[in-house]
């Protein structure tokens, strides 16, 4: 059972747009949520985060979108630059857990 | 560079040996966290340490699998009877903030055959 999901494994945006990363979760204990970007032959670092008690958090480029309602969030990079070409990874916590659930990730390419 | 350290990087081992990975992490972390990837999936969580203090284990964690951190410094991993299913990036991460906010390896990549 997959509690945190990101359906699309990759997308395609041109230099300078917005690209939008979303992800789903099911487990509604989940308060803590989190954005990792992966390099090849790197390990994951960390993005950006959100509490539930906020629907937005913004860094920069970055800002994190949630629906609680919906079990949604996204990811928002504007302008998208061709160095955010990675994979991203949503992950959620409870309970100021520390266990992270991740999402499958999705593949961004930002062509020039 | 004071980041977490893996090792090795790559292993590849045959069916039934025992294999064992390192890791040291940030040094003023107290947090430790041992991750496996599979190709096109999300990190899956295994283990969680707080200081020497094994905290948490996933189902995930056969009995074949174990890990320590003694004196709550470095970490070790490792995996007695490999299987082929054990082949994967195991990642380590470390971190100051029990929120999840942590500080990845670059992984040991295991290949058994």
């Known amino acids: 059972d997959q509690q945190v999901k990101q359906n699309s494994p990759s997308l395609s945006v041109q230099e300078g747009r917005i690209s939008i990363l979303n992800c789903d979760y099911t487990?509604?204990?989940?308060?803590?949520f989190l954005w990792y970007k992966k390099y090849p032959a790197e390990g994951p670092t960390f993005l950006i985060s959100i509490s539930s008690i906020k629907d937005k958090n913004e860094d920069g480029r970055f800002t994190v979108f949630l629906n609680k309602s919906a079990k949604h969030l996204s990811l928002h990079i504007v302008p998208s630059q061709p160095g955010d070409s990675a994979v991203y990874f949503c992950a959620a916590s409870y309970n100021a857990g520390n266990m992270l659930t991740f999402g499958g990730g999705t593949r961004l390419m930002v062509k020039p | 560079d004071t980041g977490v350290s893996q090792n090795p990087r790559h292993k590849i081992t045959k069916r039934g040996q025992n294999v064992t990975f390192r890791c040291d992490p940030i040094s003023e972390h107290n947090r430790l966290y041992w991750y496996r990837q599979t190709l096109g999936q999300g990190p899956e969580f295994l283990t969680y340490f707080q200081n020497e203090a094994q905290l948490e284990k996933s189902r995930l964690l056969s009995d074949r699998f174990s890990a320590e951190r003694p004196k709550g410094s470095f970490s070790t991993l490792e995996i007695q009877r490999t299987e082929q299913g054990d082949s994967a990036m195991y990642l380590c991460?470390?971190?100051?903030?029990?929120?999840?906010?942590?500080?990845f390896g670059q992984g040991t990549r295991l290949t058994v055959v």
């Open positions: 991460a470390s971190s100051s903030d029990g929120r999840g906010k942590a500080f």
């Open positions: 487990n509604s204990m989940f308060d803590y």
